[in-house]
């Protein structure tokens, strides 16, 4: 089972949104609604942002929401703030019955 | 409050084995799976695999069969993950994650990692 597709890099300034785009198949992406989103700091444990393509878990803020068209699901950060800075990463539960991630967009806020 | 606490770092020698512990606390332990999640350095998340906390009944992903071990000590509510002919190539942090309460497919709690060093 190949990763899921993301960009290597994404780039917004204070108050923009962003879009991170995570490609798969109708294997996974396309087929389920189990695609989940998480950010991580450097040296941290990744956190849950988005479940079940765009469902935001308890406390995570507003700002963060997810879609999904076809094999590509997103997260929409708006409203950019420093402290959005970190890695982000997809991952969708496969027809193989097994979880795959995507490779990871480091977002940058300028 | 509901927190997974891993064991703490290790280096080992190649051909030695590992075993990690993940603690869990502030929820009943066998109600969630457990998954493993690997992460080698300067690289992304890698789904190993999980474990059912009710019957212990492993799931291994592509990659991690043979040398990779989930087993669960429920009387502690604790987690193993062990690692056996341990290769260079399995230096990284080692993730223990929970099912999410409202999803099967996301983890939603996560312990602080554990990073395993393999060098001679």
């Known amino acids: 089972q190949s990763a899921l597709t993301q960009p290597a890099s994404v780039s917004g300034s204070p108050g923009q949104s962003i879009t991170i785009s995570c490609t798969g198949t109708s294997s996974d992406v396309g087929g389920y609604n189990y695609v989940s989103w998480y950010q991580q700091h450097p040296g941290k444990a990744p956190k849950l942002m988005i479940y079940?393509?765009?469902n935001r878990p308890s406390g995570v803020s507003n700002r963060f929401s997810g879609s999904k068209s076809g094999n590509t699901a997103s997260l929409t950060i708006s409203g950019l703030q420093a402290e959005d800075e970190a890695d982000y990463y997809c991952s969708s539960y496969t027809s193989s019955s097994i979880v795959v991630f995507g490779g990871g967009t480091k977002l940058t806020v300028l | 409050q509901v927190q997974l606490v891993q064991s703490g770092s290790e280096l080992k020698k190649p051909g030695a084995s590992v075993k990690v512990s993940c603690k869990a606390s502030?929820?009943?332990?066998?109600?969630?799976?457990m998954n493993w999640v690997r992460q080698a350095p300067g690289q992304g998340l890698e789904w190993m695999g999980w474990?059912?906390?009710?019957?212990?009944?492993?799931t291994y992903a592509q990659g991690f069969t043979g040398r990779f071990v989930f087993s669960l000590d429920t009387s502690v509510s604790t987690a193993y993950l062990q690692i056996s002919s341990l290769k260079a190539e399995d230096t990284a942090v080692y993730y223990c994650?929970?099912?999410?309460?409202?999803?099967?497919?996301?983890?939603?709690?996560w312990g602080q990692g554990t990073m395993v060093t393999v060098s001679s």
């Open positions: 502030g929820y009943t332990f066998t109600s969630y799976a």
């Open positions: 994650a929970r099912e999410a309460t409202v999803t099967p497919w996301a983890f939603d709690i």
């Open positions: 474990i059912n906390t009710n019957t212990g009944n492993p």
């Open positions: 079940d393509v765009s």
